[in-house]
């Protein structure tokens, strides 16, 4: 499927991951929605991108924040294709903290609203979008590509509430593939290994550094750009469905 011929809707447009890919699929030719809550950044990259670029303000926990983005994408076109790939918090618990004391329950809750249930929301809002689209020659509409992480198979400790909710988005790639093969519409996640976006690279080139020791092959953090080359890839790929790919450099998460 070309996606000249496309509206894309990312969330998490305006910066890292999303931000990446919302430059990839524009220099492809596709219209583009960029879903987020960083006004200045948003506005900012939908200026420089032009008339066939779109910044809306975007709450992925909302419904009513997520259609008015799917609608809007109405105007630049048929919505071919959704990312989700939103960032935004983290919090670190043990399930029992070193005091005896057991994890707060409210950052799980909103660490998994955000990740999983958020994810979810943009799946199921813009998969009916896409569903309501003309199929193409071989009964395709387009696509969904949710971001996992490699934590979902190895979180470390104190990382519960993120590995949750992002084995969550694993466990629902498959569900979601199967649910939209009747209407033409493939579900694929990407699970980043470590990735050198903006907020990782505030911690320093000495931290980074440590971050990439444990990476056997290519011996560094993985770049915003493979993450948006394989996005595209996944894309215009008809075949790939129901499938959750590793982009980690063969790495594996130690227990801390």
Do not use: W
């Amino acid at each position: 499927m070309e996606l000249a011929d496309s509206v894309v809707l990312v969330t998490g447009g305006a910066g890292g991951l999303g931000e990446a890919v919302v430059r990839t699929v524009s220099e492809a030719g596709a219209a583009v929605i960029i879903a987020d809550l960083a006004d200045e950044r948003a506005e900012k990259l939908a200026a420089e991108l032009g008339p066939r670029a779109r910044y809306v303000r975007t709450d992925v926990t909302d419904e009513a924040s997520v259609a008015r983005a799917v609608e809007a994408a109405g105007d630049l076109g048929v919505l071919r294709h959704a990312v989700v790939a939103h960032g935004g918090f983290g919090v670190a618990h043990r399930v029992v903290g070193k005091d005896g004391k057991p994890a707060p329950l409210d950052g799980f809750t909103r660490t998994v609203d955000l990740y999983l249930t958020g994810s979810y929301n943009v799946l199921r809002l813009a998969g009916a979008a896409i569903a309501g689209s003309a199929p193409d020659e071989d009964g395709q509409r387009g696509a969904v590509v949710m971001t996992s992480s490699i934590a979902a198979y190895e979180g470390q400790i104190g990382q519960i509430a993120y590995a949750a909710a992002k084995a969550g988005v694993v466990g629902m790639t498959l569900v979601a593939a199967r649910d939209l093969g009747p209407v033409g519409v493939r579900v694929v996640s990407v699970a980043p290994g470590t990735m050198r976006t903006p907020i990782m690279e505030s911690v320093g080139e000495k931290a980074l550094a440590a971050f990439a020791v444990n990476i056997p092959n290519p011996r560094r953090l993985g770049r915003p750009q493979e993450f948006a080359a394989l996005v595209r890839h996944i894309l215009e790929n008809p075949y790939l469905n129901g499938e959750t790919i590793r982009l980690d450099g063969a790495q594996r998460f130690a227990p801390k």
